[in-house]
């Protein structure tokens, strides 16, 4: 029997379902979950700390080239699926997920040089294998190697409503109507951006999960893997 894939991205738009069921699967199969996004909102977090401009595409990109931040798995037993280190030792894994964070972060990421910086370090953690990876660009930019491939997708409002129902569950005061319009602009970034737009890879799978729950979409995977491994 082959061996189960060592890389396994899993792209698609914002709140479209990749953390969770990329989590749960990093989960049953033992393997590191990382979610890509992390590697832009960590040079958001800290570019916003250190008041570096983030309308300076230069002074961002300078930045981030001179900020190491490494994805590792969790150093700590508190519900983070990873842990986020920036200069080797400063652990910043809860701090990347501040509305400050999140209302800037599309516009760090559409930066084409920062997409190149970050990629090649993104490509690093992938390649250490035994990884399930997600975010917008993992298996058409970031490992087009990846031995397994999936694209979920889901209506803006369904994506809208799952970010709403997360943010309640963690305390934030966002209404649904905010949470709507900064999907839309989000997906009009991704889409739109010179360097690596939103796009399906030709040998991912397509998995719509706007009237799925993760643990249909999981199943489906695994039986996917399963096919793969015959």
Same mark, same amino acid.
């Given at each position: ?47 916003? @700390? &250190? ?6 595409? %230069? +002074?961002?990109?300078?930045?981030? *080239?001179?900020?190491? #931040?490494?994805? $590792? ?62 975010? @917008? &660009? ?6 087009? %190697? +990846?031995?397994?491939?999936?694209? *979920?997708?889901?209506? #803006?409002?369904? $994506? ?62 695994? @039986? ?7």
């Amino acid at each position: 029997m082959p061996p189960l894939p060592s890389i396994i991205a899993i792209d698609g738009p914002v709140a479209s379902g990749k953390s969770s069921i990329g989590r749960r699967l990093a989960e049953r199969l033992g393997y590191l979950f990382f979610d890509t996004g992390l590697m832009y909102r960590a040079v958001t977090y800290l570019a916003l @700390r &250190d008041h570096v401009p983030l309308d300076d595409d %230069e +002074a961002v990109a300078l930045y981030a *080239l001179r900020t190491h #931040v490494d994805i $590792r798995p969790p150093t700590v037993d508190d519900g983070r699926d990873c842990t986020v280190l920036a200069e080797g030792d400063e652990d910043i894994t809860w701090e990347l997920r501040s509305k400050e964070v999140e209302d800037n972060v599309s516009r760090v990421a559409a930066i084409p040089e920062v997409r190149r910086i970050l990629t090649s370090r993104m490509r690093q953690v992938g390649l250490r294998g035994r990884i399930v990876m997600v975010g @917008r &660009d993992v298996g058409s930019v970031i490992v087009p %190697e +990846a031995d397994f491939k999936i694209f *979920l997708t889901a209506s #803006v409002e369904a $994506r809208a409503r799952r970010r709403f129902e997360e943010t309640q569950a963690r305390g934030e005061n966002r209404s649904y109507e905010e949470i709507l319009a900064n999907l839309r602009e989000r997906d009009r970034i991704d889409s739109s951006r010179q360097t690596a737009p939103l796009r399906r890879a030709p040998d991912a799978y397509l998995l719509d999960t706007t009237v799925l729950d993760i643990a249909g979409v999981v199943a489906t995977i695994e @039986r996917l893997i399963a096919d793969y491994t015959k």
